[in-house]
Every structure is written in structure tokens, then in C-alpha cells.
């Protein structure tokens, strides 16, 4: 069975602290990855897509190892408002169909 | 960005009545929607497939004649939950693709509770 695996936390942190989620993911042919944050109760929003090379955004940094099946995000100078579950989301490319796998989540509560 | 709507939001319904939810792409065509539905502390898990003008594609487990889909243009696609029981309670979210994109587009979600 193709799946995406998290640690589910919950990580509390405090403001301005750095935190690192970790996901694998079991199907050496998927072809795009990415991060979702989903809030309470609501949909989940993209958060950004990893490449191979790494990339960043701002206070985000994530990583692909496609030999390991590992993927990271990392956040730096966490704020109140990066509270939400961080969803890690691989494209199986099942035929082209573009189908996404989603991870259960990791919780993440910054605190004050 | 590109913009997907659902309706209702929310809906609270009896037992053994049935549910219409619609997704809808407002600003692109979509020639790809997805259904999934997420029970409380776990993921998003897909319930089917629904190309414009197809019958969908339902995943391991989920029941074809229990959930009705329709995707009839490129912009609307619909869900209905038949005879609903409580089990059924949960947030069902619906999400566009269009051919050649690089990502799906996330409705906001429609939480359905089964009395």
C-alpha cells in the first residue's frame, strides 16, 4: 500500500523557535512533493511544492532525498500564526492523473 | 490563485436522506475534480476520481452507488451522499485540476453531520 508517513506531534513551541517535521513516503515512483498547512476545520492550503535541490521560502525551508524517500520541512522564527497541522502530500502520477497522497499531518502550537 | 467553491459549507441531516454537495471552479476550467473526505485527526482520504463528461473512479472501499458523482461541465462537479447514515458524518473536500497544471485546487470543504 502506497503511503505517506508523519510524526503526528503535537509539537508545541515557543515564538521565534526553529522546528523541523519529517515525512517518507513509500512509492519510489512518485513524482512531485509537497507541503500542505491545513487550519482547524478547514481546507488544506499549499504551503510550498520541494524539489530535489531543496528550496525556500522566506522562514520555510524543505528538502527532497528521493534515495531515502525523506522529505523536511523547516521553520525558522516560528510565529503564533504558523499554528496549524502540516500535511505532507506526494503526487503518485498514478497515469497522469495527477492523484495526491496526503499524510496525516504533524500538529504544530507555537506558543507565546 | 484559482478559485474552488463548495455548497453548503455545512449541513446537518437526518438519517436516510440524502446529500447534494456541489464543487465548483470559478475562474478555470477543471478538467479533473477529486472528492476525499477526513474523519477527525486523520488525512484526507481520496474517494474518487471524476474526469468532465466520465463516469468517476472510486477508490478501494468506497461505495459507488452510496456516493453519486457527476461532473457534467468543466466547472461543476457534484457529490451526493445517499441515504446517509451517522457514520457518514464527516468533511468532505473537494479539489480541481486542469490538464497540464502543477497542482490540485482546494474547496473550502462541506462538513456534513448525519443525526
Known amino acids: 500500500r502506497k503511503e505517506v508517513e508523519q510524526d503526528p506531534g503535537p509539537f508545541n513551541v515557543p515564538e521565534g523557535a526553529t522546528v523541523a517535521f519529517n515525512c517518507t513516503y513509500s512509492?519510489?515512483?512518485?513524482?512531485?512533493f509537497f507541503w500542505y498547512r491545513q487550519d482547524c476545520r478547514k481546507e488544506p492550503k499549499l504551503l510550498m511544492s520541494?524539489?530535489?535541490s531543496g528550496n525556500e521560502d522566506g522562514r520555510f525551508t524543505a528538502q527532497l532525498n528521493r534515495a531515502s524517500q525523506y522529505i523536511s520541512l523547516l521553520i525558522r522564527d516560528s510565529k503564533l500564526s504558523d499554528s496549524a497541522t502540516y500535511l505532507c502530500?506526494?503526487?503518485?502520477?498514478?497515469?497522469?492523473?495527477?492523484?495526491?497522497?496526503f499524510g496525516k499531518g504533524t500538529k504544530l502550537s507555537v506558543i507565546p | 490563485g484559482a478559485v474552488v467553491s463548495q455548497h453548503p459549507s455545512w449541513v446537518i441531516c437526518k438519517s436516510g436522506t440524502s446529500v447534494k454537495i456541489e464543487c465548483r471552479s470559478l475562474?478555470?476550467?477543471?478538467?479533473?475534480m477529486f472528492w476525499y473526505r477526513q474523519f477527525p485527526k486523520q488525512s484526507l482520504m481520496l474517494m474518487a476520481t471524476?474526469?468532465?463528461?466520465?463516469?468517476?473512479?472510486?477508490e478501494q472501499g468506497v461505495e459507488k452507488d452510496k456516493f453519486l458523482i457527476n461532473h457534467a461541465s468543466l466547472t461543476l462537479s457534484t457529490l451526493t451522499v445517499t441515504s446517509a447514515h451517522p457514520e457518514d458524518s464527516s468533511f468532505y473536500i473537494c479539489?480541481?485540476?486542469?490538464?497540464?497544471?502543477?497542482?490540485?485546487?482546494f474547496g473550502p470543504g462541506t462538513r456534513l453531520t448525519v443525526l
Open positions: 471524476s474526469n468532465e463528461g466520465s463516469k468517476a473512479t472510486y
Open positions: 512509492n519510489s515512483a512518485s513524482q512531485s
Open positions: 520541494v524539489y530535489s
Open positions: 475562474d478555470f476550467q477543471a478538467t479533473t
Open positions: 479539489s480541481a485540476y486542469t490538464s497540464g497544471g502543477d497542482t490540485q485546487y
Open positions: 502530500v506526494v503526487n503518485d502520477d498514478r497515469a497522469g492523473s495527477y492523484q495526491l497522497t
